[in-house]
């Protein structure tokens, strides 16, 4: 179950999203606009935003905007009855993760949710442990007695998938695409730089391996603690 905030002036839309949502099995929180979504998450810990883009007060643009200068990282689905390629453009730019146009299918809808959901690690198994290393997805930060690291979003969803089915192999692409999307115009080898850049940061911490996989990809190894 992840808790998820539903930014949308328009009441009806709102109670449906949220009870589509709440069937789902997730917890929504209700706002009105971007001004009252940034009260919401003043109150309490959030995992994901669904916003509309044109709203009172704050716009969804102007939300996200302002969420990814304070340091979010959460998911952010946005709803967007624009059309275009500078509509979209304009909701990635301020750090959107993806988008669906109004009037949007709430069967599309659950499933955009949980792939964003799947990809950032959040509402999907909480905190994971390898060994004597844990992963918080509700910070991104890894620990390790007295060790603690707060990693960039795309390494923390690398390394959590990873960690969450050591000895299985990924693909690149398989990891490009739970990861970045699978609209992402990054190339495999964008893959390889953060596993790269993940066994710089854990070299010493000697409770797991990241091991390439010829022709396949990446597996985590937990190492034997004895």
Same mark, same amino acid.
């Given at each position: 179950?992840?808790?998820?905030?539903?930014?949308?002036?328009?009441?009806?839309?709102?109670?449906?999203?949220?009870?589509?949502?709440?069937?789902?099995?997730?917890?929504?929180?209700?706002?009105?606009?971007?001004?009252?979504?940034?009260?919401?998450?003043?109150?309490?810990?959030?995992?994901? =935003? @669904?916003?509309? /883009?044109?709203?009172?007060?704050?716009?969804?643009? %102007?939300?996200?905007?302002?969420?990814? +200068? $304070? #340091?979010?990282?959460?998911?952010?689905?946005?709803?967007?009855?624009?059309?275009?390629?500078?509509?979209?453009?304009?909701?990635?730019?301020?750090?959107?993760?993806?988008?669906?146009?109004?009037?949007?299918?709430?069967?599309? =809808? @659950?499933?955009? /949710?949980?792939?964003?959901?799947?990809?950032?690690? %959040?509402?999907?198994?909480?905190?994971? +442990? $390898? #060994?004597?290393?844990?992963?918080?997805?509700?910070?991104?930060?890894?620990?390790?007695?007295?060790?603690?690291?707060?990693?960039?979003?795309?390494?923390?969803?690398?390394?959590?998938?990873?960690?969450?089915?050591?000895?299985?192999?990924?693909?690149?692409?398989?990891?490009?695409?739970?990861?970045?999307?699978?609209?992402?115009?990054?190339?495999?080898?964008?893959?390889?730089?953060?596993?790269?850049?993940?066994?710089?940061?854990?070299?010493?911490?000697?409770?797991?391996?990241?091991?390439?996989?010829?022709?396949?990809?990446?597996?985590?190894?937990?190492?034997?603690?004895?």
């Amino acid at each position: 179950m992840a808790r998820i905030l539903v930014a949308e002036d328009d009441r009806n839309a709102n109670k449906l999203i949220c009870a589509v949502l709440r069937r789902a099995g997730h917890e929504p929180i209700s706002a009105d606009d971007g001004k009252d979504a940034l009260d919401a998450l003043d109150a309490s810990h959030v995992d994901m =935003l @669904v916003s509309d /883009v044109m709203m009172p007060r704050m716009d969804g643009v %102007a939300l996200t905007r302002a969420l990814r +200068e $304070a #340091g979010f990282s959460m998911p952010i689905l946005l709803l967007t009855a624009k059309q275009g390629q500078e509509a979209l453009r304009e909701g990635f730019l301020a750090g959107a993760d993806d988008y669906l146009t109004k009037p949007a299918d709430m069967g599309e =809808l @659950v499933l955009r /949710v949980a792939a964003l959901l799947r990809r950032s690690g %959040a509402g999907a198994g909480g905190r994971l +442990e $390898a #060994g004597a290393t844990s992963l918080d997805p509700n910070d991104l930060s890894v620990e390790r007695g007295a060790e603690r690291m707060t990693l960039p979003p795309k390494e923390f969803q690398l390394l959590y998938r990873l960690l969450s089915h050591p000895g299985h192999a990924y693909t690149r692409m398989q990891l490009l695409d739970e990861i970045w999307g699978w609209d992402t115009n990054s190339a495999e080898s964008t893959v390889n730089v953060h596993v790269n850049r993940l066994r710089n940061r854990f070299s010493e911490w000697g409770d797991f391996r990241i091991e390439t996989v010829r022709g396949i990809g990446y597996r985590a190894v937990l190492e034997d603690p004895r």
